[in-house]
């Protein structure tokens, strides 16, 4: 619940105060607050008192331990946004001003300082990429942890909570995805000029201009912005299923 939480806040924060793509940044802000909750919680779990035996007929590997049901989503999350920021980030190479993304037309020239280019996808992949590591970190802690449970049933009840916990990692990363492309997708839907109701960018070009193939675009990434939402929402139910079982399981 603090990572939860705290990424709320900062999301918010991002969103109102004056800061540069921060739409953007509040949906990879949110995501990886609350991995960071997560993955805290994880690695402080506290291990068993005395003598533990840790010896094992098999070895313990990290496939093992998650949930194949859930990897198509998240392999989705994950080259839909990296794919969306190669798009952006290669239009705006191509227009790029220093005010931002210029669109010329005859003597009408618009420029957006808004729109998605090389910095603000750098910072959202390196994001990715050490919210990915550390995960991984984590994921190998979780395995090679000694058994948490004692008893007859003590091997069935140590591998219930090494999924569990593996889960709970898997999930939490497949939020800061999800949150990470809702962000990027809107923000790059409300910053394309056209005549969608979405648009909040005033493109003060000539209305001959033929910018006509922007409306498409607009409609394609709020779409997947409303994808990625929901994604997020399921996500998070699960994880919030997750918590209230561990709960119960321990009370």
């Not at 080259?79 to 191509?94: E, K, Q, Y």
């Not at 997947?224 to 998070?236: F, K, Q, R, T």
Request: net charge positive; hydrophobic share 50%.
């Amino acid at each position: 619940m603090g990572g939860l939480t705290l990424g709320l806040v900062v999301a918010v924060l991002l969103v109102y105060l004056p800061v540069r793509h921060g739409v953007m940044f509040a949906g990879t802000a949110f995501g990886l607050c609350l991995l960071t909750g997560v993955l805290a919680g994880e690695i402080l779990t506290v291990p068993p008192a005395g003598t533990v035996r840790t010896a094992s007929l098999s070895p313990r590997r990290i496939p093992n331990y998650l949930s194949r049901t859930h990897n198509p989503l998240l392999a989705t999350l994950l080259f839909t946004l990296i794919g969306l920021l190669a798009i952006t980030t290669a239009i705006a190479s191509s227009r790029m001003s220093p005010r931002g993304v210029r669109l010329v037309c005859g003597d009408s020239v618009s420029t957006d300082s808004g729109w998605i280019g090389l910095p603000a996808s750098v910072a959202t992949v390196a994001t990715v990429i050490v919210g990915s590591g550390a995960c991984l970190l984590v994921l190998r802690k979780v395995v090679s942890r000694p058994a948490l449970t004692d008893g007859p049933d003590g091997y069935g009840l140590d591998q219930a909570q090494r999924m569990t916990s593996a889960s709970a990692v898997t999930y939490a990363w497949g939020c800061m995805m999800s949150a990470s492309l809702f962000t990027s997708a809107l923000h790059t839907s409300t910053s394309l000029p056209g005549s969608f109701p979405l648009s909040l960018f005033n493109s003060g070009l000539d209305d001959s201009c033929p910018t006509w193939w922007m409306e498409p675009l607009q409609v394609a990434t709020f779409t997947l912005a409303v994808a990625a939402g929901i994604a997020l929402v399921y996500l998070l139910a699960r994880l919030a299923n997750l918590a209230k079982s561990h709960q119960g399981a321990t009370a």
